[in-house]
């Protein structure tokens, strides 16, 4: 018996893309010493401001258990500071150090860059669509996007309309 498949793999060809767009940012983050969950972090904190690692979880898509060591690393490297939460000793609060935010501002340019070419390559409207159709996919789903343009951190004003 044979079944014929009606649908192309989505999630196959959405980690194609992806894999395909991380190609292009990875160089950025090995020359600056992170990791694609080290960048996903700081990158949270310094659009969100402090975050427990809960939340730092649900918006950088890595796991729980994932999560405890990526921090410590992070920490160890004076990126991050975990604190307990005045209002709840068992609550922690993660926030970017200044040499986290240094960081930051010294990828953002490279990052916004890479951004910019991949726009040249694929086309504003294009990019924009991809955007729309991942909103428009993850919604119904119970995925809200992480992060849309009101939240993004250093994004031009002509890009206002862009999510990251």
């Not at 498949?5 to 989505?10: G, P, Q």
């Not at 020359?31 to 960048?39: A, F, P, S, Y």
């Not at 995925?143 to 309309?161: D, L, M, Q």
């Amino acid at each position: 018996m044979s079944t014929a498949l009606r649908h192309r793999n989505l999630p196959q060809l959405m980690l194609q893309a992806r894999e395909a767009l991380m190609a292009q940012f990875r160089p950025i983050l090995n020359e600056n010493g992170v990791t694609e969950q080290q960048w996903r972090i700081i990158r949270a904190l310094l659009t969100h401001g402090p975050l427990e690692p809960r939340q730092l979880c649900e918006l950088c898509q890595i796991s729980s258990p994932s999560i405890v060591g990526v921090l410590l690393r992070m920490e160890e490297s004076g990126l991050v500071y975990r604190e307990r939460m005045a209002d709840d000793q068992r609550r922690v609060s993660v926030s970017v150090t200044a040499r986290g935010r240094q960081l930051g501002r010294r990828m953002i340019p490279a990052i916004e860059e890479r951004y910019a070419s991949i726009e040249r390559q694929v086309g504003v409207e294009t990019l924009q669509q991809a955007y729309d159709v991942l909103d428009a996919l993850l919604a119904p789903l119970g995925h809200a996007p992480a992060v849309t343009a009101e939240a993004t951190e250093a994004e031009p004003p002509s890009t206002s309309r862009r999510r990251r």
